[in-house]
C-alpha cells in the first residue's frame, strides 16, 4: 500500500503566501499524477492544481482557474513529494485541501505491480480578510 503525509497549511491573512507538502511512502514503482483537490464547508471537493508525468514529454501541469497565477505545483521525484506554493492567498481560498497520488506499487504479498490511488489526511487552510 501506499500512504501520504501532508504538511504545512494554517492560518493567513488576506495576501499572504503558503506552502503544503505532500510525501508518499510505500512500495512505490512509479507515479503518474500528483495532484492538489480542496473542498469547503459545504462545497463538493474540487481540484487545485495537478501535475503529470510522461516518459517521452515530461511534467505537465494543470490548474483551476480560480488560482492561476497565484498557486504553484511542484514535485520532487527523488522525495515523492509533492508541493503546492500558495501565494496572494484570498478568503475564498479557505478550504481543507488534500493530496492525491496516483500510480503502480508493488504488492509484495501477491508479487504484482498494481495501481494505486491514494489521498492525504487533510490540511486545513484559512484565509482570513
Known amino acids: 500500500q501506499v500512504q501520504l503525509v501532508e504538511s504545512g497549511g494554517g492560518w493567513v491573512q488576506a495576501g499572504g503566501s503558503l506552502q503544503l507538502s505532500c510525501t508518499a511512502s510505500?512500495?512505490?514503482?512509479?507515479?503518474?499524477?500528483m495532484g492538489w483537490y480542496r473542498q469547503a464547508p459545504g462545497k463538493q471537493r474540487e481540484l487545485v492544481a495537478s501535475?503529470?508525468?510522461?516518459?517521452?514529454?515530461?511534467?505537465?501541469?494543470n490548474y483551476a482557474d480560480s488560482v492561476k497565477g497565484r498557486f504553484t505545483i511542484s514535485r520532487d521525484n527523488a522525495k515523492n513529494t509533492v508541493y503546492l506554493q500558495m501565494n496572494r492567498l484570498k478568503p475564498e481560498d479557505t478550504a481543507d485541501y488534500y493530496c492525491?497520488?496516483?500510480?503502480?506499487?508493488?504488492?509484495?504479498?501477491?508479487?504484482?505491480?498494481?495501481?494505486?490511488?491514494?489521498w492525504g489526511q487533510g490540511s486545513q487552510v484559512t484565509v482570513s480578510s
Open positions: 501535475i503529470t508525468t510522461d516518459i517521452s514529454s515530461g511534467d505537465s501541469t
Open positions: 492525491n497520488v496516483k500510480g503502480r506499487y508493488n504488492n509484495v504479498r501477491y508479487y504484482n505491480l498494481e495501481p494505486f490511488d491514494s
Open positions: 510505500g512500495t512505490i514503482v512509479n507515479i503518474n499524477v
